[in-house]
C-alpha cells in the first residue's frame, strides 16, 4: 500500500479520537476553570476544596462505591468459582450476561415495585415476622440495587481468571498436603487476583456515578459524583462547577486505574 | 459442601433473576399497580401498542442504534486496521490508550463533556448529537473486537496476495476484510448493544425534542409505576433473547470452524 492511500484509511478514525477523544476532556478541565459569569477563575476548585459540602460527598460516594464493589465482590467470588466447575458452564455463563443486556432503568424500575409499601420485598418481611418497612429511597436500597447491577460485571472476570488457571498448581498444592482452604488461599485465590482486580476496575468507577438509581431508587438521599455533576449541567445549569466536580471524578478513575493495573508481566509456565 | 455450593448458585441465579420476571408478569397483571396479581391481560401489550409517542420512540431508538453502530463499525475497523498497521510500538500503545479512554470513563462524563463539546460547536441538540456520541462511544469497542483477528491474520497471507498482483484495494476486499469479518460482526453486535443500553449519555446530549427508550423510561418511571413499562420490558426482554441467541450462535458457528481448520491443519 502506499503511504498516502494507508494515511487516508486512518483519517475517519483519527478525526475521531482528536473530536470525540482528545477534545472532550480537555474542554471539561478548560470549562472547570470558568465561573457562571463565563469568567476564568480557580473559585470553583477553592470551593470544592474549602466548603464541606463537597468534600463531605466526595467521600460519601467513594464509601458507597467502596461497599458496592465489596458486596459484589463478596457475592461474585463464591458464585464464579461454583459455576466454573459445572459441566454446562458456557451456558450457565451465557445466562449471567443475559441480564446485563436488560437496560438498567428497566431493573432500576422493577425494585420501585419490588421494594413499594405493599411490594413483594414488604411480603416477604412480613411473613418472617418483621414486619413492613419503608425500604425504597433508602441508602440501603441503593447499595443493594447498585449491587445487584453490578454483580455479572464481577463474576465475568474473575471466572475468566480462574478459567486462565492452571488445574496442575491446584493439583500440586493438594498433593503437597494443603488442605482445600490453604490452597485456596495460597493458591487459587492469589493467582485469580487479576480478576478480581478487573472486576473493582469495572464496578467501583461506574458506582461512582450512578445517578440514575440515586434519583430513582435512592430518593435523593445518596448524593455520588454523578449525581452531583448530572445537577449541576442539567439542573442548576452551573456547569463550570460540574466540570470541576467531572475533574475530580477523572482523577479518581485514574487513581483507581493505578491501583488496579498489573504492571508486572503476566509470567507463569507455558501451557 | 457440593449440595451447598449449588444451593448458592441457584439462590444467586434467582435474585439475578427475579426482578427480571417480576417485572414481566405483572406485564400481564390487571389494574395499574406492580403489586398483588389482580388476573391475566393483554391491556397494557394493547396500550403500549396504541401508543404513538412510544412507538415514535422505539422508532427512533432503533434507528439511531442501527446508524450508529453500522458508522462506528466502519470507522472502528478503519481504526483496528491503521493501528495494526502501525510498526512502532510507542505509537501503537499510545493510540490503543486513546482508544480505549471512553471505554472506561464514567457515562456522566462523557455525557458531559458531549454536552459541553456540542455546545461550543453550536451543533444543536437532538437526533445529530445523539447519533454523534452513540457513534462516538462505540467506536472503541468495535476496535477491540476487530484488532485480535487482525493480529490472527498470517502476513505471509497477504504478501502472497501481493504477489499475485492484487491492488490495495483487492487486498482489503478480498483477502482482510473477509478473513476479519467474524470480528466485524462481533464489533457491530456489541455497538448495537451499547446504543441500545445507553441511558446516561443520551440523557445528557438529547435535549427536548428528541427521545429515546432508555430516556423515556427514566421520566416514566420517575413519576411512578406505570404497566406500560412492563409490557416494553417484556417486549425488550423477548427482543434481548433473540439479540444474545443469535450472538451466542454466532460465536458458535466461529469456534466450530476455528475447529475445523485446527482439526484440518493437523
Known amino acids: 500500500m502506499t503511504k498516502r492511500k494507508t494515511w487516508l484509511y486512518f483519517l475517519p478514525y483519527g478525526l475521531w479520537l482528536a473530536l470525540f477523544v482528545i477534545a472532550p476532556v480537555a474542554l471539561i478541565v478548560y470549562q472547570s476553570f470558568f465561573n457562571l459569569d463565563h469568567q476564568v477563575t480557580l473559585d470553583n476548585y477553592a470551593n470544592y476544596f474549602r466548603s464541606g459540602v463537597y468534600l463531605?460527598?466526595?467521600?460519601?460516594?467513594?464509601w458507597y462505591a467502596f461497599l458496592i464493589t465489596l458486596f459484589t465482590g463478596l457475592i461474585s467470588y463464591p458464585t464464579a468459582y461454583v459455576l466454573h466447575q459445572l459441566k454446562h458452564r458456557q451456558f450457565w455463563l451465557l445466562l449471567?450476561?443475559?441480564?446485563?443486556?436488560?437496560?438498567?432503568?428497566?431493573?432500576?424500575?422493577?425494585?420501585?415495585?419490588?421494594?413499594?409499601?405493599?411490594?413483594?420485598?414488604?411480603?416477604?418481611?412480613?411473613?418472617?415476622?418483621?414486619?413492613?418497612?419503608?425500604?425504597?429511597?433508602?441508602?440501603?436500597?441503593f447499595i443493594f440495587v447498585a449491587t445487584y447491577i453490578q454483580i455479572p460485571f464481577m463474576i465475568l472476570p474473575i471466572y475468566n481468571a480462574l478459567d486462565?488457571?492452571?488445574?496442575?498448581?491446584?493439583?500440586?498444592?493438594?498433593?503437597?498436603?494443603?488442605?482445600?482452604?490453604?490452597?485456596?488461599?495460597?493458591?487459587?485465590?492469589?493467582?485469580?487476583?487479576?480478576?478480581?482486580?478487573?472486576?473493582?476496575?469495572?464496578?467501583?468507577?461506574?458506582?461512582?456515578?450512578?445517578?440514575?438509581?440515586?434519583?430513582l431508587i435512592g430518593g435523593n438521599k445518596v448524593i455520588t459524583l454523578g449525581t452531583a455533576i448530572e445537577e449541576h449541567f442539567l439542573t442548576t445549569m452551573n456547569w463550570g462547577m460540574g466540570s470541576t466536580i467531572g475533574v475530580v471524578l477523572i482523577v479518581a478513575m485514574i487513581i483507581v486505574m493505578q491501583l488496579t493495573n498489573d504492571h508486572e508481566p503476566r509470567g507463569g509456565a507455558p501451557r | 459442601m457440593k449440595k451447598l455450593s449449588r444451593l448458592y448458585l441457584i439462590l444467586v441465579f434467582i435474585i439475578l433473576y427475579l426482578p427480571i420476571l417480576y417485572l414481566i408478569m405483572y406485564s400481564f397483571s390487571q389494574g395499574t399497580t406492580m403489586t398483588h396479581y389482580h388476573g391475566f391481560t393483554w391491556q397494557h401489550y394493547r396500550d403500549l401498542l396504541a401508543d404513538p409517542r412510544m412507538l415514535a420512540i422505539v422508532a427512533n431508538t432503533l434507528l439511531v442504534a442501527l446508524l450508529s453502530s453500522l458508522i462506528a463499525t466502519l470507522v472502528g475497523t478503519l481504526g483496528a486496521l491503521s493501528i495494526h498497521r502501525t510498526s512502532k510500538r510507542v505509537t501503537r500503545d499510545v493510540l490503543l490508550n486513546l482508544n480505549n479512554?471512553?471505554?472506561?470513563?464514567?457515562?456522566?462524563?462523557?455525557?458531559?463533556?458531549f454536552l459541553i463539546f456540542f455546545t461550543t460547536l453550536k451543533i444543536p441538540l437532538g437526533f445529530g448529537s445523539v447519533l454523534l456520541s452513540h457513534i462516538a462511544f462505540e467506536i472503541p469497542i468495535v476496535v477491540l473486537m476487530v484488532l485480535p483477528r487482525l493480529k490472527e491474520m498470517s502476513p505471509s497471507m497477504l504478501a502472497a496476495?501481493?504477489?499475485?498482483?492484487?491492488?490495495?484495494?483487492?487486498?482489503?476486499?478480498?483477502?482482510?476484510?473477509?478473513?476479519?469479518?467474524?470480528?466485524?460482526?462481533?464489533?457491530?453486535?456489541?455497538?448495537?448493544?451499547?446504543?441500545?443500553?445507553?441511558?446516561?449519555?443520551t440523557f445528557f446530549v438529547t435535549g427536548n425534542g428528541f427521545s429515546t427508550l432508555s430516556v423515556e423510561i427514566y421520566s416514566r418511571a420517575r413519576q411512578g409505576i406505570n404497566l406500560e413499562i412492563n409490557a416494553l420490558s417484556g417486549v425488550m426482554f423477548l427482543f434481548s433473547l433473540l439479540l444474545v441467541g443469535g450472538y451466542y450462535w454466532l460465536q458458535q458457528s466461529n469456534q466450530r470452524r476455528k475447529r475445523k481448520r485446527q482439526g484440518a491443519a493437523s
Not at chain 2, 479512554?101 to 463533556?113: C, F, K, Q, Y
Not at chain 2, 469479518?181 to 455497538?191: E, H, K
Open chain 1, 96 to 141: 449471567v450476561i443475559l441480564p446485563t443486556w436488560i437496560n438498567i432503568l428497566l431493573k432500576a424500575y422493577a425494585f420501585i415495585g419490588i421494594f413499594s409499601q405493599a411490594g413483594v420485598a414488604n411480603d416477604f418481611l412480613r411473613f418472617i415476622g418483621v414486619g413492613p418497612q419503608q425500604l425504597l429511597f433508602t441508602n440501603a436500597s
Open chain 2, 101 to 113: 479512554i471512553l471505554m472506561v470513563s464514567p457515562d456522566v462524563i462523557i455525557g458531559a463533556s
Open chain 2, 161 to 201: 496476495a501481493q504477489d499475485l498482483g492484487a491492488t490495495t484495494r483487492e487486498l482489503l476486499s478480498r483477502v482482510i476484510v473477509p478473513f476479519i469479518s467474524p470480528g466485524i460482526f462481533a464489533g457491530f453486535f456489541m455497538a448495537l448493544t451499547y446504543s441500545l443500553d445507553d441511558f446516561a449519555v
Open chain 1, 164 to 215: 486462565d488457571l492452571n488445574p496442575a498448581y491446584v493439583n500440586a498444592s493438594l498433593d503437597l498436603g494443603a488442605n482445600r482452604w490453604q490452597t485456596f488461599r495460597r493458591v487459587i485465590f492469589p493467582l485469580t487476583l487479576p480478576g478480581v482486580k478487573a472486576g473493582v476496575q469495572a464496578v467501583f468507577i461506574p458506582s461512582l456515578s450512578l445517578f440514575m438509581l440515586t434519583r
Open chain 1, 56 to 62: 463531605k460527598m466526595t467521600l460519601n460516594s467513594v
